[in-house]
Structures are given as structure tokens and as C-alpha cells.
């Protein structure tokens, strides 16, 4: 077919999705368009800056020795740490996914927990009506607060640098200074419906909410506007249920899989349709139409 897309490139876009008779993973036509082919990913999205990014698996690493029901993350600056309700414990990973042979047990406080956040020098780890307070070591420190006047079905939890933000089966979120008062700030989470939401991350600027339902994650502002963005995770589980945000990447903890799984930030294109079998024998090769997205 030719490759004469809108006239010129008038009525083709950024982000447009075509198909064509090629092979290349990336097709350059003369006038400078620039398209990405289905299932290619360009993860250094500064090639092409104006293309349209989504966040994609490009890691994932298995919990299932230490924990079958990894409930939350929190990220350190360098690690990734896991709590989980089998052993009722907090355990240590490096980047890469390895454990570092590092738990702290949290039994003693709780046989729920659900959520965990790092404020720079502590951990906080909730279940569904109380937060407890834990030192880098993972020595509890005598110090907690409660979440019962608010919810009785509590998640998860995040730190914003000044204030903590509590998500709730409820499908509301609910904000708490340092001290741990209620600051009267409630808003819901609903995106979706049947969202079933779970946990909670903070990315500098707005607040992310996994569904356990929905197999998603999706993004407020501290007023509780949706912002129309959402991560799907339908292909790598369906049943997310933590989250925190490392500065650069999403790290989403799975019941369904017992695992951790990185989503970065990535220019790319899901294979949208395929050449069929054309009811060619098998000395016969056929090149379908392929799924294109145009970056540039």
C-alpha cells in the first residue's frame, strides 16, 4: 500500500494509529514522519518529546519466597521494600529485584497490615484502622495513630513530604498531617466504578490510586479531581494492590501473581491487529499489515 498518510501530514497526528505493509520497526516517510511499530517500545522518550508516553512493565520480580500476599510497597531512595499479610512482615529489595535477606516484623502491632510508606526516616505501616510508626531498622516505635473515626477498612497509605494520605476499600481517600490528626479532607476515588482501591502513591505533584477490581491506577490532584489518566495492568496482572513511585518509575505489588512489577515511562504502541493466516500452506509466508504509531 502506499504510504501517503493525510494529505501530507495535514490530518495525521502525534499519536496516530495506522496500519501498513512493512516490517521496520520504525517506518521514516520523506516528509519527516516518524512512526513506531506495534510492540515496539522507545523507553528514552526524549527521542521523540512530543510523542505520547504510557507506562509499561520493564521489570518484574517474584516475592512468592518470602511472602504469597505482598499487600504494599515503599521506596527508600534506593530500595524497595514489601509488606506482607502471610508473614506479617516487611521485607528488603534492591532495584534489581533482589532480596537483601532484611525483614522487620510487624506481628506484634498488627496481623493485617495492608499499607506501607517511607517519610525519610520512618516507616508506617497501616492496617485497617491504625498506622504504627517503625525506624529504618524496623523497630516499632511506640507510636501510632487511628484511622477508626474515619475508616475501618484502610489500605493504604503515603507520605507527600508533609502530610500522610490514607486510601480505603471504601473508595475514599483521606488526608492526615504528620501528627496523625484527621485534616478534614475526604475525597473519593471513583474513577471507575467497582474500583475496590487499594493503594496509594505521591508522585511530587499528584496523588496515584490503584484498583483491585479494575486492574488499574489512577491519578488525583489533592483536591480529589480525577486528571484523566490512567495506567492499565491488564496485561501483567488483574489484581493490583500496592503502589509507590521511585521519581521515576511505578512499582505495583500483586496478590494475583506474587510479585513486584516496575512500570516505566516509555513511547510505544500495543499490536492492535495482525495479518491473518490468509489460508496460506506452510511453504508460504504472508506479511500482513502491522499496527504503526506515529511519534514524530
Known sequence: MAISLGGGGSASQIGEVVLLNRQENVVTLADGRVYL????????????PDAPTRFLKTAEFS?????GTPTDVAWDGSHVWMVGQEGDKVYKYNSSGVYQNVFFSVASQTTTPFGITWDGSYFWVNDLTTVYKYNSAGAYQNVSFSLSSQTTAATGIEWDGSNFWVVAQNNNVYKYNSS???QNVTFPVTATSNMYAQGITWDGSFLWVTGYDTAGL???????VYQ???ISFTNDTNNPSGVTWDGTNFWVSSYQVDSVIK?????GVKKIATGGSHGLTSDMFYL????????K
Open 37 to 48: 511499530k506495534a510492540d515496539v517500545v522507545e523507553t528514552t522518550t526524549s527521542t521523540y
Open 63 to 67: 516475592v512468592a519466597a518470602q511472602d
Open 180 to 182: 496523625g490528626v484527621y
Open 218 to 224: 489512577y491519578k488525583y490532584n489533592t483536591s480529589g
Open 228 to 230: 484523566d489518566a490512567f
Open 263 to 267: 512500570f516505566s515511562n516509555a513511547i
Open 288 to 295: 500482513g499489515a502491522e499496527t504503526y504509531m506515529r511519534v
